[in-house]
């Protein structure tokens, strides 16, 4: 199983099926224009059976990056259908204001080869409320953003992650040399005090981390550049 970070919250999983998550196109240009900086490439020409879209802005909603006519899941709440199995959409808020703010999100859980998936997406409620962690269950491999701003930041991601206990978690839209707008990790692996797995790569192979211990590790993926 190889996860692929593309920056910001996209991801591709690639295993038996491949699944695609929060894909972009150009949003540097557009962002320039209010002066920042967002220099992760655009997804583009990806092969994928499965695309979920946790919600509707512009850095994470391009299913277009998907060749073909993968099925799409697309900020939406329920237990669905899909080409990989039941995949678990649970309703959520992109702010911590009810999602007056920010708007809704959805936090997508789903099994792919036998590992239990959780991607929070843009997450902005401080805690989950305990229906949502029931309807989560259990976790092996776990998306947080940390970056603060528009979602949670490293104090209330840590939390989280000891809520839920995943066995890998997977730091997401943060700052970095690509995005200039978001806070950097260093918060979020202070706070959680767990092992951390530093990349050089964008890419990894998650079964001989899968394999270790129960306490979660942090993988810390490279943010890729154009």
Not at 109 to 127: I, N, P, S, Y
Not at 149 to 167: K, N, Y
Request: with cysteine.
């Amino acid at each position: 199983m190889v996860v692929r970070w593309y920056g910001q919250s996209a991801f591709l999983l690639t295993g038996s099926k491949r699944v695609l998550l929060d894909p972009f196109g150009d949003v540097g240009t557009r962002v320039a224009a209010r002066g920042l900086t967002f220099r992760h490439p655009p997804v583009a020409g990806v092969t994928a059976d499965l695309v979920l879209v946790t919600h509707e802005h512009g850095d994470h909603n391009e299913v277009a990056a998907a060749e073909g006519s993968p099925a799409v899941i697309r900020s939406t709440a329920g237990t669905l259908a899909s080409p990989i199995g039941e995949v678990i959409a649970v309703a959520s808020e992109h702010d911590d204001r009810a999602g007056t703010q920010r708007g809704p999100n959805t936090i997508f859980c789903f099994t792919l080869d036998d590992v239990r998936f959780c991607h929070l997406g843009d997450l902005g409620q401080h805690a989950l409320r305990p229906e949502q962690r029931e309807a989560i269950g259990d976790v092996d491999v776990l998306f947080v953003p940390v970056g603060g701003g528009p979602t949670i930041g490293g104090a209330e991601a840590a939390a989280i992650v000891r809520e839920l206990g995943p066995r890998v978690v997977i730091p997401m839209h943060f700052g970095s040399d690509a995005v200039d707008f978001l806070d950097p990790p260093d918060a979020f692996v202070d706070a959680l005090d767990a092992r951390v797995d530093r990349r050089e790569s964008s890419e990894a192979d998650l079964e001989a981390l899968l394999d270790g211990e129960r306490e979660p590790l942090v993988l810390l993926l490279e943010p890729p550049l154009s």
